[in-house]
């Protein structure tokens, strides 16, 4: 079965840090890999997604995260915070086989920015 | 924009009695799928279904059942609730094919008295 670690819980930074939010995953065969964000009041939506291809991928709102396989990992990166990133960010995982994308999440990192 | 709605935002239910989650998405999605959402654990899945009438277990569907008879609507059924079902139940629903972003409802929170 499928597995999906976020190390951080909780995070607080200023606005202009750099963000790095951890991911990893257990899994022996190809995954398709996932951010998605929940903003305070908010529907979860997608940030970002891996299935293939360049291991370094780009979402919305200047969100980026990199899959390296060796490590089992697809952390979340932003060059420089804004006040509008607090937020909860999840992580989540599935085969990439089958027609239901089934899909399994960490347990999130709260992100919160202060002013 | 795909558009997954619930029928409650809030539900407030007693004790063993039955409540239905009902979950409508409006861009012919095959695959649909319920979730509830407990602070420190995430999101854990539920049920999920890829066709009409057709429907998986999840991680965790002990007292839960589900019911897809239109391709657009699935519920959640706990047939009798228990204090330990109060929880934020999201819908989501995607495309077929594992390498599609689901989409999610804004929620349901749940409570039972």
């Known amino acids: 079965a499928q597995s999906v670690s976020q190390h951080n819980h909780h995070v607080i930074l200023s606005e202009a840090a750099s963000l790095e939010l951890g991911c990893n995953y257990s899994?022996?065969?190809?995954?398709?890999l996932f951010w998605y964000v929940q903003y305070p009041g908010q529907h979860l939506q997608l940030l970002l997604k891996?299935?293939?291809?360049?291991?370094l991928v780009k979402g919305i709102k200047g969100f980026e995260a990199e899959f390296i396989k060796s490590k089992f990992s697809f952390n979340l990166r932003k060059p420089s915070v804004q006040w509008s990133d607090t937020a909860e960010y999840f992580c989540?995982?599935?085969?990439?086989?089958?027609?239901?994308?089934?899909?399994?999440f960490g347990t999130g990192t709260r992100l919160q920015v202060t002013l | 924009d795909v558009k997954v709605t619930q029928s409650s935002r809030y539900l407030v239910k007693r004790t063993g009695e039955k409540v239905f989650l009902e979950c409508v998405q409006d861009?012919?999605?095959?695959?649909m799928f319920w979730y509830r959402q407990d602070p420190g654990l995430g999101l854990r899945l539920i049920y999920f279904?890829?066709?009409?009438?057709?429907?998986e277990k999840g991680d965790i569907p002990e007292g839960y059942s589900v019911s897809r008879e239109k391709k657009e609507r699935f519920s959640l059924i706990l047939e009798s609730a228990s204090t330990n079902q109060t929880s934020m139940y999201l819908c989501?629903?995607?495309?077929?094919?594992?390498?599609?972003?689901?989409?999610f409802g804004p929620g349901t929170r749940l409570t039972v008295l």
């Open positions: 861009m012919d999605h095959e695959n």
């Open positions: 989501a629903s995607s495309l077929a094919g594992a390498y599609n972003e689901q989409f």
């Open positions: 899994y022996g065969g190809t995954v398709n």
């Open positions: 891996y299935f293939s291809g360049d291991p």
């Open positions: 279904s890829y066709d009409v009438k057709m429907k």
């Open positions: 989540a995982v599935n085969a990439a086989s089958g027609t239901a994308s089934k899909l399994t």
